[in-house]
């Protein structure tokens, strides 16, 4: 394929037969259909040629003909509110692919007469337009976007995305105003502790501790209003949480830092003030977690088109059709598809055949021949002709929204490490309080002295204080993610680091996994002409071909250097194969059934298990290619070395039983599941998942369930977007190699976090007898607390030299 | 001494309230929802002088 075979505005092959050009002075641009050249034009006209030098192109664009629907503006009023004079439209970008999209839209839609603002976000692939509604119809804006070459979609802000977010503007607000606020602690309390050990001026003293109590209120009383609320809530239902934990620590320090400001002892604000502070730095780590999970199901929803193209039974003998939204769509309705569009719904086929591609729906990466009487499932797109299909399901039980269902389901379920945590602190908790007031009840009872016994209590209390406890977990975890992510790999949460440290089998998906998910020629058998001859004659009669087989045997061609010259006159059969005119003979390539049924004989030639493409001249067969989806290099030492490890492997595939076994084999996998559907694939894992912790990896949205049905789920680089939110673990590149490393920095960080769990409590279990007993003045109860979280950081930053596992 | 020691944390106060303040109506106004698109934003040479206003609100 040469690159004047290439649209200029979209990159897509030009089909046989177009002849859409544009003269610019000398030279001859040409375009696939009008539409691009209407892009271009616009482009131009508003002087952005610079476009097309500054894009660059990582994701595969949206397929030809999506933006055959037109837009009305009944069908966007759902989308648009009112904002003062202006009315806000929300909308989901689809094809929206690097950062000069982002600018191409906002700059010319920006443009447009009757447009106030316009902004793309460009993580969550939304735009808020503002606009007028006197100079400029929500239908025209839409369609200005379309002809751009972006399909839009109507987003109407659900509640919980807005509470979300103002959840997560509030968290940003509070931990601001601590982390500033506790800085500012900070400087006061070295000047007291200089002053402790120095000698300072009582007045001064005095002044800076009752900065300090004004200081420290509001980043308890204002910032930490969550979990006080959240201990509050605990302590009505009688549950103790962490959340209590936190509370009691913070306002035990604070209370008792006024008391000792009244009589003149130690002030501990900054401690208080500093818990809050790290706190609410978790939160708003997990917070952003969560929200690209929502983000993820959002767009697995959006796949599907949210419109359908109806037939309805008139008298006469073409049938009306009706565009209407997708979820209006009652089962059983006839729709019909066209070309390049995607289906809206999951539909029965009822005449002729054709080919779609599922690869986003199922991951199956080869298009499928659907025939009469076949089911095609929402998302997946249209390779052949306009189709007619009667609907099997209402847009809601659809298998993208079962999908995102049990995504959603899967995600919603996963809190472990909070649960340990609560479990944890429901004994902790009740025994530090216990103690305390056993301590306290002690000293005023059998010592009769209150003022000791209030000392003590407290004591207690702050030194039980989980601050080397509570830092024992989160530190490991923060530099551990930190160093693995600078190897490639993001390991989405702390409980995540901790889930893989326990995997004990790995499932696998195959295509695009453990292979490269991308046929390649793997041998040319010629009979009767040259093998190059052969491959040259392929490359003529698939160069037009969007075909996954039909681009491998192109860039083999190109590879080779081979000229192929696009022929005249194309005629291809879905899921057969493809016809040409060539120098007076019908030249043929497909399917062995394609040729059988042209009449030609096929010479039975041995291994037929492979996928195959035959070729024919005339009535002369001419040979064949073999393709193969070749394993990725590094998959075998990968493996070899997670068996060492003591890791049980599993393969997990869609695929016909030969590829998968062959491929197992190949890799010395001992478990191979073949032929499964994704829904049986997130069943299998939860059933092996009561034998031992699974990690599945894998890419595709079939994967998706089961990504999220395992302990953890893990995705490739390289595979489709939603795949990669619903999993745990991502490798940023498409390296095998990672997942080794992954497992055993995973483990590693976890025997680092025991150590520092071992040395916290020792220190609990000591200090504590020693406050209670009236042996330790707090200013040495300090010194200790901030030595052993000192203790435990060290301990943790360790793992920043952590070394590959080779 | 202990007039000026009063007169400077005041003064510190002060200025971080001025600076925490900025970032609350940073917050407020989107700034920190898109962390994606800003890095590539500042590559974009502005030759032409009609960049939309961001939207005040974008909820």
New interface residues.
Partial sequence: MNESSLCIHCTLPIPRGMNISHRDGDAELRFCCQGCLGAYLIIRGA?LEAFYARRQWVEAGVAPGSFEARFSDDALEECVSL?QEHS?MNLLLEGIR???C??LI??II??LEG??????????HRV?I?FDRSHATPASIVESIARLGYLPRPWS?RNHH?QA??ER?TL??RF??AA??SM?LM??SAALYAGYFQGI?P??RQ?LQI?SAV?AAPVIFYCGAPFLQGALRALRLGTPNMDMLISIGVLCAYGYSLYALAVGGEVYFDSASMIVTLVLLGRIFESMARGKASCAVDRLLSLSPQRAKVLEETAGAQPAIRDTPSHQVEAGALIRVYPGEAFPLDALLLRGSTEVDAAVVTGESRPVVKSAGDEILAGAINLGPAVDLQVLRRAEHSYLSRMAALVEDAQSRRAPIQRQADRISAIFVPLVLLLALATGLYWALVQGDTTSAWLCAISVLVVACPCALGLATPTAILVATGAASRRGILFRGGDIVEACSQIKTLAFDKTGTLTEGRPRILAIEAVGIDEIELLRLGGVLESGSSHPLGRAICEEVQRRGLQAPPPAGHLAIAGMGVEIDFEGHPLRGGSRRFLEDSGIVVQNLCGAEQTEVLFASGDRYLGRMLFEDSPRPEASSSLALLRRMGLHCMLLTGDRKDVGERVAQELGIEEVACELSPGEKAKRIQKRQLTGELMMIGDGINDAPALAEARVGCAMAGGTDIALESSDLVFTRPDLMRLPLAIALSRRTLSIIRQNLFWAFSYNLIAMPLAATGQLAPIYSALAMVSSSVLVLGNSLRLNRFKEPL | MLQSTVALILLSLFLGCAAWLLFVWAVRRGQFDDPEGPKYRMLEDDDLPRTPKPPEDSA
């Fill in positions: 002087g904002q806000r690097c950062a000069s982002v600018w906002e700059k920006g443009a447009i106030d603002s316009i902004r793309v976000n460009y993580a969550t808020q503002l802000a807005l977010e103002r503007r940003l607000i601001s105003a500033f606020l500012q400087g006061y001026a007045q001064s002044l900065l200081v």
